[in-house]
């Protein structure tokens, strides 16, 4: 599995701690429960596992999605990495409504004005040069937050694990595309000769 703290993927070393290992009632299978610890030297990590058929199925600390928080202001990043953290609990209903309040401090952020989140997103696109397909996906980030906050919203089918997947995954690309891709074009202009 991957680590938790250093992201690194390896096999996780046991601690001289036993096992415990309990029977799935009613078939051949068994739960694991034990202490792991990262492979890695820097990191050594100590992590709680349950196993079942010889694969991780929840750790503690949890495993969490990768996010590259470069120049990210403060308030759109605290709004993100909460539902990154939402998901890594499997909270998928809290985590596509922390998706959707990363979108709209994404907007204030970048002075988008409306009398609701659909008219800021769409002012963000005047505000701010985006693709019309990440301007699409993000009135889509909009409609399962809804989902996810309201009873009548029934734009989805669900707000699920996979549904809440792609939404951090697009709202990593439009934060990217709001926020990164200028300083690496800098970095860029940087090393050209002079």
């Given at each position: 599995?991957?680590c938790?703290?250093?992201?690194?993927y390896?096999?996780l070393?046991?601690?001289?701690?036993?096992?415990?290992?309990?029977?799935?009632a009613?078939?051949?299978?068994?739960v694991?429960?034990?202490q792991?610890?990262c492979?890695?030297p820097?990191c050594?990590k100590?992590i709680?596992?349950?196993?079942?058929?010889?694969?991780?199925?929840?750790?503690?600390?949890?495993?969490?999605?990768?996010?590259?928080s470069t120049?990210?202001?403060?308030?759109?990043?605290?709004?993100?990495?909460?539902?990154?953290?939402c998901?890594s609990q499997?909270?998928?209903v809290?985590s596509?409504i922390?998706?959707?309040?990363?979108?709209?401090?994404?907007?204030?952020?970048k002075g988008?004005t409306?009398?609701?989140?659909?008219?800021?997103?769409?002012a963000?696109g005047?505000?701010i040069?985006?693709?019309?397909?990440?301007?699409e996906?993000?009135?889509?980030?909009?409609?399962?937050?809804?989902?996810?906050?309201?009873?009548e919203?029934?734009e989805?089918?669900?707000?699920?694990?996979?549904?809440?997947?792609?939404?951090?995954?697009?709202a990593k690309?439009?934060?990217?595309?709001?926020?990164?891709?200028?300083?690496?074009?800098?970095?860029?202009d940087?090393?050209k000769?002079?």
């Amino acid at each position: 599995m991957r680590c938790p703290a250093c992201k690194q993927y390896g096999t996780l070393d046991a601690l001289s701690v036993p096992d415990f290992v309990t029977p799935i009632a009613g078939t051949a299978g068994q739960v694991v429960f034990g202490q792991r610890r990262c492979p890695n030297p820097a990191c050594r990590k100590h992590i709680f596992v349950v196993m079942e058929g010889g694969r991780v199925a929840i750790s503690y600390p949890p495993e969490q999605l990768d996010f590259d928080s470069t120049n990210i202001p403060a308030a759109v990043r605290k709004a993100f990495e909460e539902a990154i953290e939402c998901h890594s609990q499997q909270c998928f209903v809290a985590s596509a409504i922390m998706v959707r309040k990363t979108l709209e401090e994404l907007c204030r952020d970048k002075g988008a004005t409306g009398s609701n989140l659909r008219e800021r997103i769409q002012a963000l696109g005047k505000n701010i040069v985006l693709p019309k397909e990440l301007l699409e996906g993000a009135d889509n980030l909009r409609l399962l937050g809804n989902d996810a906050a309201h009873i009548e919203s029934q734009e989805y089918q669900q707000v699920g694990k996979e549904e809440v997947e792609l939404a951090v995954e697009f709202a990593k690309e439009l934060l990217k595309a709001a926020y990164q891709y200028a300083s690496l074009l800098k970095k860029f202009d940087a090393l050209k000769k002079v």
